[in-house]
């Protein structure tokens, strides 16, 4: 029987952490971890780095993010997704003890350039944006309300949806927990209008066991393709002219801030966001909606009535 323990390259770790992450994550995060991964590995035998993961060097990291920034040219927040879940898995390693400390005290992140994330749509190009789609498309219209009400993603979450997934008469969505971002089954509250609008489109009368959002702008066995509904609704908002920072997403982003304004309480927007902390809340709303505060608003000094 041998003595001495075999040391594994990050490679050879990969496959058992991934498949852990295939437990807790959802689909497309899973598959994120694995192309970080072999983009790491990938970089590692460019560089003839064929060292067991214990031997990999604070700079051979500090070089890997380097190389992301100044040689793949990645943004800012790729690559912050990079350091978590590179780290994740030099975290993995330290618990099963293939390593003693984690080499990344050296990475130095680029820059942010500039903002791509879905600015919060106007209120004077809501009024024209939302009835010209209700016209023409009634299930983007839907989808767009859904993502506008009720803050659920339009990945998985929107496209996954199901009609046995909506009550109506309790006025309450329910997320799957393998679609879910957090894979955790979650609740939300319909407010009214949406409720009403659930009902024009005949989700009371449909077969729960369909997708809402199927192929074909109806009802499905199976749920519309990944990009169609941010593809129609680029067509109808370059239709009409609008700013290309208005994005699909940008309806989540609008509701929130809506609601923000209205004067309900912070607790009560992140249980609508299903946020876990307040403070993710007023970190989403700085960045995607702006703090505005009432008092600085309406009470700041004149210097031209208030100065003695």
């Given at each position: 029987?041998?003595?001495?323990?075999?040391?594994?390259?990050?490679?050879?770790?990969?496959?058992?952490?991934?498949?852990?992450?295939?437990?807790?994550?959802?689909?497309?995060?899973?598959?994120?971890?694995?192309?970080?991964?072999?983009?790491?590995?990938?970089?590692?035998?460019?560089?003839?780095?064929?060292?067991?993961?214990?031997?990999?060097?604070?700079?051979?990291?500090?070089?890997?993010?380097?190389?992301?920034?100044?040689?793949?040219?990645?943004?800012?927040?790729?690559?912050?997704?990079?350091?978590?879940?590179?780290?994740?898995?030099?975290?993995?390693?330290?618990?099963?003890?293939?390593?003693?400390?984690?080499?990344?005290?050296?990475?130095?992140?680029p820059r942010k350039k500039k903002d791509q994330s879905a600015d919060v749509i106007q209120p004077e190009h809501l009024k024209i944006l939302l009835p010209?789609?209700?016209?023409?498309?009634?299930?983007?219209?839907?989808?767009?309300?859904?993502?506008?009400?009720?803050?659920?993603?339009?990945?998985?979450?929107?496209?996954?949806?199901?009609?046995?997934?909506?009550?109506?008469?309790?006025?309450?969505?329910?997320?799957?927990?393998?679609?879910?971002?957090?894979?955790?089954?979650?609740?939300?509250?319909?407010?009214?209008?949406?409720?009403?609008?659930?009902?024009?489109?005949?989700?009371?009368?449909?077969?729960?066991?369909?997708?809402?959002?199927?192929?074909?702008?109806?009802?499905?066995?199976?749920?519309?393709?990944?990009?169609?509904?941010?593809?129609?609704?680029?067509?109808?908002?370059?239709?009409?002219?609008?700013?290309?920072?208005?994005?699909?997403?940008?309806?989540?982003?609008?509701?929130?801030?809506?609601?923000?304004?209205?004067?309900?309480?912070?607790?009560?927007?992140?249980?609508?966001?299903?946020?876990?902390?307040?403070?993710?809340?007023?970190?989403?709303?700085?960045?995607?909606?702006?703090?505005?505060?009432?008092?600085?608003?309406?009470?700041?000094?004149?210097?031209?009535?208030?100065?003695?």
């Amino acid at each position: 029987m041998g003595i001495f323990k075999k040391h594994i390259t990050v490679e050879e770790l990969a496959p058992e952490f991934v498949t852990q992450k295939e437990m807790t994550t959802v689909h497309k995060t899973f598959i994120t971890y694995i192309h970080h991964i072999k983009v790491f590995t990938d970089w590692q035998k460019e560089h003839n780095i064929n060292v067991p993961i214990r031997r990999v060097t604070q700079e051979q990291i500090r070089d890997f993010f380097m190389y992301l920034a100044n040689e793949r040219g990645l943004d800012r927040d790729t690559i912050d997704k990079f350091h978590i879940h590179i780290k994740s898995l030099f975290k993995y390693a330290l618990k099963k003890g293939e390593i003693t400390r984690l080499p990344f005290d050296l990475v130095v992140f680029p820059r942010k350039k500039k903002d791509q994330s879905a600015d919060v749509i106007q209120p004077e190009h809501l009024k024209i944006l939302l009835p010209y789609i209700r016209e023409r498309d009634p299930q983007l219209f839907l989808a767009c309300m859904i993502e506008f009400y009720c803050f659920i993603r339009p990945g998985r979450e929107l496209r996954f949806l199901k009609v046995g997934d909506i009550y109506l008469e309790d006025g309450l969505i329910k997320i799957n927990q393998f679609n879910a971002k957090n894979r955790k089954e979650q609740i939300v509250t319909m407010p009214q209008q949406l409720i009403d609008i659930c009902y024009e489109y005949g989700i009371d009368k449909a077969d729960k066991s369909l997708y809402i959002f199927g192929p074909k702008e109806k009802y499905g066995t199976k749920p519309i393709s990944e990009n169609m509904l941010r593809y129609r609704f680029n067509q109808y908002k370059n239709q009409l002219k609008l700013p290309n920072s208005y994005k699909f997403y940008s309806f989540k982003h609008t509701g929130a801030s809506m609601l923000h304004k209205s004067g309900i309480s912070m607790r009560e927007l992140m249980d609508q966001l299903r946020h876990t902390r307040l403070s993710a809340t007023e970190h989403y709303l700085k960045k995607h909606c702006g703090i505005i505060n009432e008092r600085i608003k309406f009470n700041f000094p004149d210097p031209l009535k208030d100065v003695i």
